[in-house]
């Protein structure tokens, strides 16, 4: 019977010396694992990149819409030719010729607007009220036979601002064939059934700075002799504004 305490104290030892081998492997375990872990926690570093960008601005050139012209000996004549004309009115540059003036407020506007403005102004009866007519100071008959013309007041500066730089206000004479009616605030006046075309024929032209001076022979349309004559104009926006136009030598 005292064999058996025996036994049971070699058996406890046995589990616990057993337990301690254990505990001595679980360290080394435990020791790889650490390390293992350690080497696996590295630390990133992130490398941020910065790119500049240089803004390039470039600046829009605006649409130019004046037209140039060059006058020439190649195609004055043409420029102050009837055809030229062609419907607009601001191209209608003979009339310009048909008085003589030494600075824009001298010409004589019964003259250069002797025709108008050119057709998109002229009225009929079937156009103008029979009221209009008449507050007007037109004649029914008249109309009803050669027409009207009508330009309102607006157009008509704008017409002689290109092409005389001045506007109605700004002229000595300002006793046209048109007359301003303040209640239509618009200009009328007769159609004309004649003409005062004559012929020209240019002979220089030269240019100084922006101003253009050429010579041309006329007739007189009174003793219908040859004239030389000169003019001068500029051209903006490829509409010819007037500066003069003299009769410099005469022929007997």
């Known amino acids: 019977m005292k064999k058996y305490p025996l036994i049971i ?7 616990v010396t057993a337990c301690g081998v254990c505990d001595n492997d679980n360290p080394t375990v435990t020791t790889e694992t650490t390390v293992q ?32 012209m060059e006058v020439t ?15 607009n009115y601001e191209d209608f540059n003979r009339l310009f010729l048909y008085c003589f003036y030494d600075k824009p407020s001298e ?25 209009e007519i008449l507050s007007a100071g037109l004649d029914i008959e008249a109309v009803e036979t050669m027409g009207a013309i009508k330009i309102p007041k607006d157009t008509l500066n704008d017409y002689l601002k290109k092409k005389t730089g001045l506007t109605i206000d700004e ?8 007359k301003y009616n303040e209640q239509y605030d618009a200009y009328y006046g007769y159609r004309s059934t004649d003409t005062i075309l004559q012929p020209i024929n240019f002979k220089s032209v030269e240019m100084n700075g922006d101003v253009y001076t050429a010579v041309y022979i006329a007739r ?33």
């Open 73 to 87: 000996m190649d195609n004055i004549n043409e420029i102050f030719s009837y055809e030229y004309y062609d419907g």
């Open 9 to 15: 104290a070699l058996s406890l030892l046995l589990v």
């Open 107 to 131: 010409m004589d506007l019964r003259t250069i607007l002797y025709h108008g403005m050119g057709k998109d102004f002229n009225n009929t009866m079937n156009e103008l009220s029979e009221e």
């Open 171 to 178: 002229f000595e004479n300002i006793d046209m064939k048109l």
């Open 220 to 252: 007189d349309p009174i003793k219908y002799s040859e004239i030389t004559c000169q003019v001068k104009f500029k051209v903006n926006d490829g509409v010819l504004q007037f500066i003069s136009n003299k009769k410099i030598e005469a022929e007997e």
């Open 37 to 68: 872990t350690e080497t696996t926690q590295t630390t990133s570093e992130t490398t941020t990149i910065v790119t500049t960008t240089k803004a390039t601005t470039v600046t829009e050139q605006p649409e130019t819409t004046e037209k140039t």
